[in-house]
Every structure is written in C-alpha cells, then in structure tokens.
C-alpha cells in the first residue's frame, strides 16, 4: 500500500514556474514508475510525465515537453514536477500516481493523490 500526498499547487500568473512534489508513504517508493497526470475544467485526465523507478528515463507529453521537468527523489519518498513558463492551459488539478509496471498505461497505476491545483491566470 502507498499512500501519496501532493503540494505546491496555487494561482500564479503566465509564465511563472511552480515545484509540484508528492510525498509517499512506505518503504517500497523506489520500486514504483511515477507519474504526473492533470484534469483541466471540463476535460478529460491527461497523461503530463513519468520517470521509471531509479530515475534514470523520463517521458513527457508534447504539451509540456521543454517546459516542464520530473523529477525524483528515493531517499526522501519524494517525486517533482517542476513546471516553468506555465501558461493558461496548464491550469488544472494536478495528480501523482505509482505504478509498477516500467511502462505503465494510465490504467495501470494503481496508487494516486488526492491532487493539488493550480492555476494560471493572464
């Protein structure tokens, strides 16, 4: 069992930066993929960024790619999400989930946070 609790979130203006992280519980965290996923208002979840257990492969969506960066930390049980020149479109709730599998679908993370919001405004 993990349990996995985000921070950071807030209302920031158009090209500011926010530092998401997601603090988990247990003494496995290193063993999971990490993801990022987000719900704009009125949209469906996406998909934002994962980094494989030790850290060593990240994988972006295209509409953060170069702006935003994943992160982890296994000494600390703590995964990040920088995300710089943050726009209006990125405003939504943010969630970290875990998963297992080294390439997880989003249907395979089987741990998620409650979320945290941000927003962006012009």
């Known amino acids: 069992q993990v349990q996995l609790v985000e921070s950071g979130g807030g209302l920031v203006q158009a090209g500011d930066s926010l530092r998401l992280s997601c603090a988990a519980s247990?003494?496995?965290?290193?063993?999971?993929?990490m993801g990022w996923f987000r719900r704009a208002p009125g949209k469906e979840r996406e998909f934002v960024a994962r980094i494989s257990s030790l850290g060593f492969i990240t994988v972006y969506s295209d509409s953060v790619k170069g702006r935003f960066t994943i992160s982890r930390d296994n000494a600390r049980n703590t995964a990040f999400l920088q995300m710089n020149s943050l726009n209006l479109e990125d405003t939504a709730v943010y969630y970290c989930?875990?998963?297992?599998?080294?390439?997880?679908?989003?249907?395979?993370?089987?741990?998620w946070g409650q979320g945290t919001q941000v927003s962006v405004s012009s």
């Open positions: 989930a875990a998963a297992t599998q080294a390439r997880p679908g989003e249907n395979d993370y089987r741990y």
């Open positions: 247990g003494r496995t965290f290193s063993s999971y993929t």
